[in-house]
């Protein structure tokens, strides 16, 4: 008997006791939807990881200006006194950052201006920020529309503009931007271009600033016009805080060399910053611990969903067992009647696969399903990958032959005179 007729007489089989054969592959589709939704999970997450890692840049280092822990014992002290506080990143250190690291080609300061945008009469909350023109070179960011920043825009204190998608949108939504212009406090600045749009939604513990809220202007226009003392009033004093430059971001040549330079970096500023009020982040480092809790994220969860394949293989295999012990007769009958114990063998195996293939199937439907529904539900980034699809079926169908294997044997071995003799 070919393999096309054991198959059939096989799904003939199954299809005279549907219920029965629905609720013994149920094992098998929840297995299966677990490893899928499960590993599609793990790969979205995968993904948010790498496109926060490329807005960061994977060759770049970021030093972030903090607030000191002193900065607020300070203000507990001097509560009722008017003071100016000065800590974090100094425009001039970002010089020395090229001629002591030779490994850094790019060096680009920001620094974030907290005053009320206009355009019209409209007032939104958006992010300005003082920067130079390689912003665009070290982020791997384009203009949508006109054009960014230039080194004649910082030569010249050009009041100029660059602004993010989201803030194009906010500040215009359907109307011309070209030409026009937008109040940053009490200055003006005209709108030069409009960038494209990078979105990547922060997690996995990284800081991700929003680059389509933000308008860009040259860092030396927003030194002349701002300076780098911010006041923030209060019923019957003020706060002062002095800042330079928020954060700067390096460009390094080559990717072995991150590392190496960042340890450098922190040693050279904690030696220029006692008291500890920078922060250097390597985004190639959060790159591989993400990889490592992810990795290990995968490995739980694959286990898990691996019990749940298990579980279906064990109930395929009692049923099996139970098919065997009720279908005597017609074992008895088929070898009677010529069929060998291998025929018998194959049917009672390719039953068990069947059931393991079907299962299979309905769960990679259950399981894609699913996990369009946790990203609906959760918000989460969810990615079905083809590794996923075919490992679960694999698996599903494994299961279905090593727990299929030992009823098939049972079923062979049945004496067809004995199982003539049952009622």
Not at 91 to 117: H, I, Y
Not at 169 to 194: M, N, S, Y
């Amino acid at each position: 008997m070919g393999p096309l007729e054991t198959a059939r007489l096989a799904l003939r089989s199954l299809a005279l006791q549907k219920v029965r054969a629905l609720l013994t592959m149920l094992g098998v589709v929840i297995g299966v939807a677990a490893v899928i939704a499960m590993l599609s999970i793990s790969e979205g997450a995968k993904l948010e990881t790498l496109e926060q890692i490329r807005v960061l840049g994977v060759n770049n280092l970021r030093v972030r200006s903090v607030k000191p822990v002193i900065t607020e014992r300070k203000e507990e002290e001097a509560s009722r006194e008017n003071w100016i506080f000065e800590y974090g990143l100094r425009f001039a250190e970002l010089a020395r950052f090229q001629t002591l690291l030779p490994d850094v080609e790019l060096v680009v300061p920001l620094r974030e201006l907290r005053k009320d945008v206009w355009a019209g009469d409209r007032k939104t909350d958006i992010t300005v920020v003082g920067t130079s023109s390689h912003l665009a070179e070290i982020l791997n960011y384009r203009a949508q529309a006109g054009r960014f920043l230039t080194p004649s825009d910082e030569e010249s204190l050009r009041r100029v503009c660059v602004l993010g998608s989201g803030a194009r949108r906010k500040l215009f939504r359907f109307q011309p931007w070209q030409g026009e212009d937008v109040k940053v406090g009490e200055a003006w600045f005209r709108v030069v271009g409009v960038m494209e749009d990078k979105s990547a939604k922060a997690s996995g513990g990284i800081n991700l600033p929003d680059l389509n809220n933000q308008i860009y202007v040259p860092y030396a226009t927003a030194m002349g016009v701002y300076g780098a003392t911010s006041v923030k009033e209060t019923t019957g004093n003020f706060e002062a805080v002095k800042v330079e430059v928020d954060e700067a971001i390096l460009r390094i040549r080559s990717e072995d060399r991150i590392v190496p330079v960042g340890r450098s970096l922190r040693h050279m500023l904690t030696r220029a910053h006692p008291q500890g009020d920078f922060e250097v982040i390597v985004p190639l480092e959060l790159l591989h611990q993400s990889q490592r809790t992810q990795r290990t994220f995968t490995i739980v969860m694959a286990s898990i969903a691996a019990l749940s394949l298990l579980v279906g293989g064990i109930g395929i295999m009692n049923i099996m067992l139970a098919n065997v012990a009720e279908r005597k007769k017609e074992i008895g009958t088929r070898r009677a009647l010529g069929a060998r114990k291998r025929d018998i063998r194959r049917q009672f195996l390719m039953e068990s696969v069947l059931l393991s293939l079907i299962g299979g199937l309905l769960g990679i439907a259950l399981g894609a399903g699913g996990a369009r529904l946790i990203q609906l539900a959760a918000g989460w980034q969810t990615l079905v990958s083809p590794f996923a699809v075919v490992l679960a079926f694999a698996v599903a169908t494994a299961a279905g032959a090593v727990f299929g294997t030992w009823p098939a044997i049972k079923a062979a071995s049945v004496d067809p005179i004995v199982a003539l003799r049952e009622e």
